[in-house]
């Protein structure tokens, strides 16, 4: 008779996986509450005591970690000395373990969970288990997904639970032990910035149809304690399929909106920001993030950090727009926006602030890691440089256009009022170029007069300076630090410009 060792934590499915096995033949041994939910079903089954011949104890630390237990998965059917060894000892084989570990990562999510109840989730003889057993998967069924309770009865019923079959049960077993240990070293190594190992873990949320482009796959992972303000945790209401453009461009664009507590409206394409608008409301900020650049919007990522009303809806419809989000939709602003099948509506929870951690970038053969730039420009730092004195309007509008510029890829120069953005350079290979593509784009805006300009990085020298001037620019914020700084201070006073210095740079490549 085949022998079933179960021990689950999660009890979803354990009966009917019981008493599947006792009907294909097993011999079930069972632990604490596993072997009580078993019993409470009128299914016979045998305690791990009964096999170890020694109780549990530690309060349960200590009940499956025996040679026993761990002979009995790790002996090789096909080598004699083994088989052997287990006939001396009187030790039977367990052909099949199902195994859940202790819940370790819904501990440490529970609100003000201490280490020590931390600690006390970290499971042993559970991954002890599955690890010996998946390392002898030619005769061992490892199980550690209630998923899977069905797919193994049926294997095993046809006959089908060959060596292959076995193979990717043990594969799943690896990769579930892996990412546990993994969660566990992430949890104790909180405070360790830049650890000498770095243990990181993911979860599949889905495949993608393809990646940045249709010849290459691609699928969407999230982290295994994802961020509540992230498009990983956001609730798609309609549309089609996500791609991997979108949630790039997704991700983006809720970094932009993070920055702002009033009213705003950003819509993104290729990762940059073609316009941020802010308001009163809602529809006032729309309105100035549409007219901020009503050509590049087209096709655009709009993300909404306020309620999204008929109104506000009934603008949006009559553009080709790929994705809305928002932290809610009126009931017929949502019916409106519906009629277009293809087009993604979700919710984030816009309650919830990024927090301070690590972002990743891969490389080939490797991995960048960086503190998140979440710090917040503000009038507060800013430090006037030139002769001339910004009004309180135009620091308000440099402080938005440097908020804005902090999330425009490098180079980048973005030309604002305190209200909306009017023109944005980016990516260009000189700070000039870049210059010239904002103040071309801007120079249509109505409230061009008002703009001001701001930059990522400092000017290497003074022309940035005098092209604004010859374009009607008052007032300019960079970050300063250039060994050239006093050209472009002196072509501020030259030409009347109020120039600022905000003492940080933020390249974003």
Known sequence: MKTALLSVSDKTGIVDFA????????????????????EAAGIQVTAVEEITDFPEML???????HPRIHAGLLARR????????????????????????YPFKATIQ???????????????????????????????????????????????????????????????????????????????????????????TYNKVQSLRYGENSHQQAAFYEDALPEAFSITQAKQLHGKELSFNNIKDADAGLRMSAEFDEPAVVAVKHMNPCGIGLGTEIGQAWDRAYSAD???????????????????AEKM??????????????????????????????????????QTALETVSVMGGLLCQEQDLVHESIANFKVVSEKQPTEQELKALEFAQIVAKHVKSNSIVVATDQMTLGIGAGQMN????????????EA?????????????????????????????????????????????????????????????????
């Open 431 to 442: 700070r000039v170029g870049s210059a010239q593509i904002a103040i071309k784009q801007a």
């Open 78 to 101: 096909d080598v004699p000395e083994h088989m052997q060894a287990l006939k001396d000892h009187h030790i039977d084989t367990v052909d099949l373990v199902a195994v859940n570990l």
């Open 294 to 312: 009503s050509t590049s919007i087209f096709g655009g990522i709009i993300i909404l950090n306020r309620n999204v009303d008929l109104a506000t």
């Open 110 to 200: 529970s609100e003000g969970v201490t280490e020590p109840e931390a600690i006390e989730q970290i499971d042993i003889g559970g991954p002890s288990m599955l690890r010996a057993a998946a390392k002898n998967f030619a005769d061992v069924i490892t199980v550690v997904k209630p998923t899977d309770y069905n797919h193994i009865l049926n294997a095993i019923h046809d006959g089908s639970d060959d060596f292959a079959f076995r193979r990717n049960l043990a594969l799943d077993v690896f990769r579930h032990t892996a990412a546990y240990d993994a969660l566990i070293a992430q949890y104790l190594g909180a405070d360790e910035e830049f650890p000498e190992s770095l243990t990181l």
């Open 19 to 38: 008493k599947g096995l006792t009907n294909l033949g097993y011999r079930l041994v069972s632990t604490g509450g596993t072997k009580k939910a078993i």
């Open 317 to 354: 419809h009559v553009l080709f727009l790929e994705m809305i989000i928002a932290p809610s939709f009126d009931d017929d602003a949502f019916e409106m926006l519906a009629k277009k099948k293809n087009l993604r509506l979700m919710t984030v929870d816009f309650n919830a602030r990024p």
């Open 59 to 65: 309060d349960g630390r200590v009940k499956t970690l």
């Open 445 to 509: 805006a109505e409230t061009y007069d008002q703009a001001v300009l701001a930059s990522d990085a400092y000017f290497p020298m003074g022309d940035s300076v005098e092209f604004a001037a010859e374009h009607g620019i008052k007032a300019i914020v960079e970050p300063g630090g250039s060994i050239r700084d006093q050209d472009s201070i002196d072509n501020a006073n030259k030409y009347g410009i109020a120039l600022v210095f905000s003492g940080r740079r933020h390249f974003r490549h």
